[in-house]
């Protein structure tokens, strides 16, 4: 597929056409490549890598530095997609870190818009940031790097609780962020606010009817194992079949299946004798030019390649 890059442009577009569109996760090169020849409109370098990347039981240890080097080998992969990165934990907490955070993942890194968490309460960062030309995606609901304070749970199932969700996100988009994620939040919450809303929403945990979703890459192809969580839309099991494959390669080393011939170079018996000195070479030890090394040019022309 030879099509543009998305923008935030072409995804207010889809939005207004009442297309619903996907956003997933996206950590490395390889994966980005292969997002990029699927039909998945977004990428999110989310702090989530500091999860299944990383290993850490919660997104708080990730840094800038961190979402700088993943972003830049994504942006190696990724051609068609708009990519967006996270800002990590305490990166955005005072507005002027926000704004050198923000600059550097989109100057060193490349991404094309930044996510943070948060409702009203750091709506005027991102009011900040959209002056500086930045676009922001908001993320609200259940915000995991504030897992500590708010616990890991559904946001929004009580009348009040509800009507703060709704808060944050006009906040948000009166704020200027061109698109918010709507996390853990009941489906019917997340429905009325999508209604409300006239920038796109995009949902995790958060039901049918927000105008995208978006899903962990692991979640999705079954490669993280530590937790599935329950809005994980698990497609494949791929860390079954790597472990499967693993265990194949392990028996066909141990029974001799493998390297076959196929996988292997042969080379002319006489030149092994040779090297080996057993007497079917040079019987006086000399090396001259040309002989030793026969069919090697000086400019290492045929040095590389041959069985
Ligand atoms: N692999 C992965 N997938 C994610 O979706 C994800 C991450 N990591 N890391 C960053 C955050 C953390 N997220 C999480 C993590 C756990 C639950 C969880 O335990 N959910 C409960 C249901 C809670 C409720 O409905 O109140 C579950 O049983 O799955 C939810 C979101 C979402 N993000
Ligand atoms: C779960 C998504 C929305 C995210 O923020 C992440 O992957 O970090
Ligand atoms: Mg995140």
């Known amino acids: 597929m030879n099509q543009r890059r998305f923008t935030v442009d072409t995804i207010a577009k ?69 990519v967006v990165t996270d800002l990590p934990f305490g990166s955005y907490t005072i507005e002027d870190d926000a704004i050198r955070a923000a600059t550097r993942v989109m100057a060193e890194g490349g991404s094309q818009a930044v996510k943070l968490e948060g409702g009203a309460q750091i709506a005027p960062t991102i009011r900040r940031l959209v002056d500086a030309g930045i676009p922001v ?74 105008s995208g979703q978006v899903q962990v890459w692991h979640d999705l192809l079954g490669l993280y194992d530590e937790f599935v969580p329950r809005h994980a839309h698990r497609l494949r ?26 996988n292997s170079s042969t080379m002319d018996a006489g030149e092994l004798a040779r090297a080996l000195g057993d007497g079917s070479g040079d019987s006086d030890g000399d090396h001259p030019d040309g002989d030793a090394r026969d069919g090697e040019t000086l400019d290492g022309e045929t040095l590389d390649g041959h069985a």
Not at 140 to 165: E, L
């Open 14 to 82: 889809l939005h207004a056409a009442g297309e619903r569109f996907t956003m997933v996760t996206a950590y490395d090169f390889t994966s980005a490549r292969i997002v990029d020849r699927s039909e998945v409109e977004l990428i999110l370098v989310g702090d989530s890598l500091g999860m299944v990347m990383q290993g850490h039981d919660s997104t708080l240890p990730v840094t800038v530095d961190d979402m700088i080097y993943h972003t830049r080998m994504v942006m190696r992969g990724a051609h068609r997609p708009l």
């Open 137 to 210: 995606m908001a993320h609200v609901g259940f915000t995991p790097q504030s897992v500590h304070a708010i616990g890991m749970r559904t946001q929004g199932r009580q009348a009040d609780q509800a009507r703060r969700v709704l808060e944050d996100a006009l906040a948000v988009q009166d704020a200027g962020a061109w698109a918010v994620v709507l996390e853990l939040i009941p489906a019917p919450l997340a429905a009325a606010i999508t209604e409300r809303l006239e920038i796109p929403t995009i949902g995790i945990g958060a039901g049918p009817d927000c």
């Open 237 to 262: 099991t791929f860390a079954d079949d790597a472990v499967a494959a693993l265990d194949q390669y392990a028996g066909d080393v141990r029974e001799g299946a493998f390297p076959t011939a196929e």
